[in-house]
Nanobody, 128 residues
Framework: QVQLVESGGGLVQAGGSLRLSCAASGRTFSLYAMGWFRQAPGKEREFVAAISGDGGSLYYADSVKGRFTVSRDNAKNTEFLQMNSLKPEDTAVYYC?????????????????????WGQGTQVTVSP
């Protein structure tokens, strides 16, 4: 069992940056592969980025590749999402998620059903 708490959201102008954090409870954080998803009003939750338990494998949605960077600090039980060059279309509630495997064995890092644990979400609003 793991509990996830996101922080770092807020209001930023287009072109700006934000860094989201996801703090996890428990002592076996490195055994969980992690992901970031987002959901805009009236839209389905969509994949943003994912990272394996050891941080060695990173995955990104095409829409954020080159602008967002996912990372983790296993000693601090925390996952991060550095978001640069933000656009109004990045506006959404951002969720971190965890799956109790070190890696994505079937490559389904983009699927919400692959994750067992979810945070409550943090709002990111990008103004034009």
């Amino acid at each position: 069992q793991v509990q996830l708490v996101e922080s770092g959201g807020g209001l930023v102008q287009a072109g700006g940056s934000l860094r989201l954090s996801c703090a996890a409870s428990g002592r076996t954080f490195s055994l969980y592969a992690m992901g970031w998803f987002r959901q805009a009003p009236g839209k389905e939750r969509e994949f943003v980025a994912a990272i394996s338990g050891d941080g060695g494998s990173l995955y990104y949605a095409d829409s954020v590749k080159g602008r967002f960077t996912v990372s983790r600090d296993n000693a601090k039980n925390t996952e991060f999402l550095q978001m640069n060059s933000l656009k109004p279309e990045d506006t959404a509630v951002y969720y971190c998620a965890a799956t109790p495997t070190r890696t994505f064995y079937y490559g389904r890092y983009y699927a919400t059903r692959e994750y067992d644990y979810w945070g409550q979400g943090t709002q990111v609003t990008v103004s034009p």
